[in-house]
């Protein structure tokens, strides 16, 4: 089946500090990444939708100049929390799909806690 | 854009017994509909999913049935077991110029108690 990593599984950093989250697809080619944050006990909410090649495009409330994504290849998308606050603090999970009708697939997420 | 909801919010229900949980959707242009179950601090696993051309799919003790005219779709899980305890959400992917995006329900606290 396929899979999705992510690393890391969980970082804690300071705040103002920059911390970056890789989401890859382990056995297919993922032209399409997706972002969620969820906060505990909440749903996922999505972030933004990174295609590969091509500029993300952030859902609405998204700070693009805080949460820059990139996704350089079809393996491969990172998401990079830049000044990172307290607010911040939240899991992370990408997923990824294979075409626009396929199902996601999700990674195991990243716990952020920022001190 | 899309808005899906999802109740109940808790659910409980005795080992062995069935659990239902319902999600409305407002976009008529979604046409993919999975049902997610995510335990605590775990990644959401797909349990079953529907296409808008079918109106019931079953997966042994797992079933879901979409309702286009009403807008509402619903999974059911028959002869529920301890296990089966997590969180349960739905997701619509709605009109395809957004891609293949989901947005989820607020999901549904299933205890199953035995």
């Known amino acids: 089946g396929a899979v999705v990593s992510q690393h890391p599984s969980r970082v804690i950093c300071k705040s103002g500090t920059s911390v970056k989250i890789e989401c890859r697809s382990l056995?297919?080619?993922?032209?399409?990444m997706f972002w969620y944050r969820q906060f505990p006990k909440k749903s996922l909410m999505l972030m933004a939708t990174?295609?590969?090649?091509?500029?993300?495009?952030?859902e609405q409330g998204v700070e693009k100049d805080k949460f820059l994504i990139n996704h350089a290849s079809l393996t491969l998308s990172t998401l990079t929390v830049t000044s990172a606050h307290p607010e911040d603090s939240s899991f992370y999970i990408c997923?990824?799909?294979?075409?626009?009708?396929?199902?996601?697939?999700f990674g195991p997420g990243t716990r952020l806690t920022v001190l | 854009g899309e808005n899906v909801e999802q109740h109940p919010s808790t659910l409980s229900v005795q080992e062995g017994d069935s659990a239902v949980i319902k999600c409305t959707y407002s976009?008529?242009?979604?046409?993919?509909f999975p049902w997610y179950k995510q335990e605590l601090g775990k990644r959401p696993q797909l349990i079953i999913d529907i296409r808008s051309n079918v109106g019931e799919k079953k997966d042994q003790r797992i079933a879901v049935t979409l309702n286009k005219t009403a807008k509402h779709f619903s999974l059911h899980i028959t002869e529920t077991q301890p296990e089966d305890s997590a969180v349960y959400f739905c997701?619509?992917?709605?009109?395809?110029?957004?891609?293949?995006?989901?947005?989820f329900g607020a999901g549904t606290i299933l205890r199953v108690k035995s």
């Open positions: 997701a619509a992917t709605p009109h395809k110029e957004y891609g293949n995006k989901l947005v």
């Open positions: 976009d008529s242009a979604s046409n993919y």
């Open positions: 997923s990824a799909s294979g075409s626009r009708d396929d199902e996601q697939f």
């Open positions: 990174s295609n590969e090649g091509s500029k993300a495009t952030y």
């Open positions: 056995d297919f080619q993922a032209t399409t």
